[in-house]
């Protein structure tokens, strides 16, 4: 089973039945597992934060854990104000998107094509945050921001995958 298909299985487990985004290279085999699935409610928008605003809201009113998706670089910073507003209105919800390569810090404003380090740039407006860089990581992260997303306050969550694991097999 490919780990893109692990994350939907698990999603669907948890609650999830409707996940917004826009496709882009390093998230196509994350949306082609869910696009496989009956379960799944894929919405394509025409901006990433269209996508995460209708996660978020789809959340309020269902009540359900949410799913939005986005390409790296500006996808993930179109998503940032539903982000902040997922975090201070304590939405459940996950944020996913993808890199193409390890991060590595440099002083040089762009490391590779739209790189950077997404995970600084959100964890003061999420509950948990992590960069997801083998397929060994994937299981606990899930587990781990599944559940703190919908426990205590409930919030928004980021989970930034290296594009490469989706594609492997668990």
Known sequence: MKISDYIIDYLIKQGVSHIFGIPGSVV????????????IKL???FHEQCSA?????????????????STKGPGLTNMITAIADA????????????????????????IA?????????????????????SCEMVKEALEYTCNIAITK???????????????NEI
């Open 153 to 167: 306050r409930p919030g928004p969550v980021f989970l930034d995958f290296l594009s490469g694991v989706f594609s």
């Open 113 to 133: 094509k739209q790189e950077f380090d997404s995970i600084e740039l959100v964890k003061q407006i999420t509950k948990y945050s992590v960069r997801i860089e």
């Open 43 to 45: 919405h394509l928008n």
């Open 87 to 110: 975090y201070y209105d304590s939405i459940p919800s996950i944020f996913i998107t993808s890199h193409s390569k390890k991060f590595f810090t440099s002083n040089k404003r762009s």
């Open 28 to 39: 196509l085999d994350f949306v082609n597992s869910a696009s496989k699935r009956e379960e």
């Open 53 to 69: 605003y209708a996660a978020v809201g789809f959340s309020q009113v269902s009540g359900k854990l949410c799913v939005a998706y």
